[in-house]
């Protein structure tokens, strides 16, 4: 199967840096996730970051739809998935994709060709809507619990 997607066309030195670059950015985003202690109410763990607390939070007392992202985060890579899908669904399913993405984007840009699989926009456009579906779900399930 991979042989089959080596001799696929290759990909240009612009959609090469393209690739690293998001690969990289993913591999980022796990490292300092993993530096983190995830906070036990199951939001905030950003602050860690120097960043500031949900406004969203602070103005009305509820959570927003990405409120427990960053400490879903934490606890996916610690290998904490029933915490990391209590903090947040769709963060836990994003880091998830991250993890599977950053391998594969990665080594798709070394070698030039799209490896496994050649993504079409419409599959990028399917799984974010996916993603959005679940987050705005899986909000108003923390909301109303």
């Known amino acids: 199967m991979v042989y ?25 985003l796990c490292a300092a996730a993993c530096n983190l202690e995830p906070d036990p109410r199951g939001f905030g763990t950003h602050e860690q970051l120097g960043l500031t607390p ?13 409120c427990g992202a960053t400490t879903a985060w934490a606890h996916v890579l610690r290998g904490d998935m029933a915490e990391g899908l209590s903090a947040n669904l769709a963060a836990t399913l994003l880091c998830l994709a991250t993890l599977i ?45």
């Open 54 to 66: 949900c406004s969203f939070y602070q103005w009305t007392g509820r959570t927003c739809p990405s």
């Open 4 to 28: 089959a997607a080596m001799k696929s066309e290759s990909l240009t030195a612009v959609a090469r840096v393209i690739l690293a670059a998001i690969g990289l950015s993913g591999l980022v």
């Open 101 to 145: 993405a950053v391998p594969w984007l990665l080594l798709s840009a070394c070698f030039g060709r799209w490896l496994w699989w050649k993504p079409r926009e419409w599959d990028v456009l399917l799984a974010g809507s996916a993603l959005l579906v679940v987050a705005i779900l899986d909000w108003l399930r923390r909301i109303l619990s």
